[in-house]
């Protein structure tokens, strides 16, 4: 099992800029994709972002595109997602969440296939 903790997360103004971290300990080795969902109220989790930690290839939901940017640091164990221009409806709780399985494409948006989850951090984008 991964552990996973978040942090960076707090109130900005929109058009500002936060920077999440997720930090993995435990059976690190066995995660092959990590990513980042967001939920908002009464209203689903969606996908923002994902890495593998081989390879370092990025996806990220549409609606993030060109804003956000995930990196990951294998020697640290860490994955973070940079967030700029934030916009009011950004305003969620991120979770950070691992993949033990090979990578498919196709399927990194998909909240169910990820094993391990951390418990969030609140991001507020105020108008």
């Known amino acids: 099992q991964v552990q996973l903790v978040e942090s960076g997360g707090g109130l900005v103004q929109a058009g500002g800029s936060l920077r999440l971290s997720c930090a993995a300990s435990g059976r690190t080795f066995s995660s092959r994709v990590m990513g980042w969902f967001r939920q908002a109220p009464g209203k689903e989790r969606d996908f923002v972002a994902a890495i593998s930690w081989i390879g370092g290839s990025t996806y990220y939901g549409d609606s993030v595109k060109g804003r956000f940017t995930i990196s990951r640091d294998n020697a640290k164990n860490t994955v973070y997602l940079q967030m700029n221009s934030l916009k009011p409806e950004d305003t969620a709780r991120y979770y950070c969440?691992?993949?033990?399985?090979?990578?498919?494409?196709?399927?990194?948006?998909?909240?169910?296939?990820?094993?391990?989850w951390g418990q969030g951090t609140q991001v507020t984008v105020s108008s």
């Open positions: 969440a691992a993949d033990n399985q090979p990578l498919r494409v196709a399927l990194v948006a998909t909240a169910n296939r990820y094993d391990s």
